[in-house]
Every structure is written in structure tokens, then in C-alpha cells.
């Protein structure tokens, strides 16, 4: 499904944040290592907060609103399957988190490039720039278990 118009971006990054922040609360419960939970837990803030950002910038831009359509963008580019219960172990868990920031920077910056609105886009941006630092994070994370 093409995601072509201001709304369905808005729409579909709501619903991104959404499904991601409650995956982030259920792994944060299953995760056995401090460190990863208190992560986890964090990240499913950041989502609860983003997800009350999008929707402010989605109400503020309502006028905004372009009717002209915007291509590029599929959802099933986005979509993945998600199964937190086969993320039996810290490990799992981890891979799992980093797999959901690796698709919420993916779909930020592209439809930043796509989204007609230049404060929308910048806002898009700073969110995958907060992407790459939970990478980063995550990335530690399983560094600091090596050493252990």
C-alpha cells in the first residue's frame, strides 16, 4: 500500500511508534540483563513520547495538508513480522530492538525526503538522529556482554 499523502504518512509513523513502544514494553519485561531492561524500558518512553509529538505535528499541519500526492513511500517497506515471544534471551531481545530502530530510522528519513512540509521533515530528521544514537546504545550493550 502507497503511503501518498501527508495524512497517511502521519498515519502510518503513528502507528509505527505505536507497535513499537508496546514491543519495547514487552521485551523490557522478558529481558533479564539491568542494563537492557532500563533500555528498553527508556526506548518505550521515547516512543510514548514521539508518538505525542507526531500527533501534535499532525494536528498543527492539518491546514497544511497538501493534496498534491507524494510517491515513493510503500508501508510495506516498513512492515516486519514480529514475534517478542520466540525472543527467548537477552540476545534475542536485543536483536529484536535493533531491528525495530534499524526500520523506524529507515522509515523517518525517508519520508522526510518525501513529506511536503520543511518543519515536519526536520522533526523526522532529529528522530532519526535519535535512532542512530539507541543503535549506538543497543549496539554497547551487547559489546559490554562480551566482556563479562
Not at 500500500?1 to 507497535?19: K, R
Not at 526506548?43 to 507526531?54: G, P, T, Y
Not at 515513493?72 to 537477552?90: F, P
Not at 528519513?109 to 532529529?126: G, I, M, N, T
Request: aromatic share 6%; hydrophobic share 40%; glycine share 6%.
Amino acid at each position: 500500500m502507497a503511503l501518498n499523502t501527508f495524512g497517511a504518512i502521519m498515519a502510518f509513523a503513528l502507528d509505527l511508534v505505536t507497535e513499537t513502544g508496546e514491543c519495547y514494553k514487552t521485551l523490557a519485561q522478558r529481558a533479564k540483563d539491568g542494563e537492557l531492561r532500563e533500555s528498553l524500558e527508556e526506548l518505550a518512553r521515547d516512543e510514548a513520547r514521539s508518538k505525542a509529538r507526531i500527533e501534535e505535528k499532525r494536528r498543527l499541519n492539518v491546514t497544511e495538508m497538501m493534496l498534491e500526492p507524494i510517491s515513493g513511500l510503500l508501508k510495506d517497506a516498513y512492515q516486519m513480522e514480529i514475534a517478542t515471544s520466540e525472543a527467548a534471551g537477552d540476545r534475542e531481545i536485543l536483536g529484536l530492538a535493533k531491528a525495530l530502530e534499524e526500520r523506524e530510522k529507515r522509515y523517518f528519513h525517508d519520508a522526510s525526503a518525501k513529506v511536503p512540509l520543511p518543519e515536519v521533515a526536520r522533526f523526522f530528521k532529529k528522530i532519526v538522529e535519535r535512532k542512530e544514537r539507541n543503535l549506538s546504545h543497543l549496539a554497547s550493550i551487547g559489546e559490554n556482554w562480551g566482556q563479562r
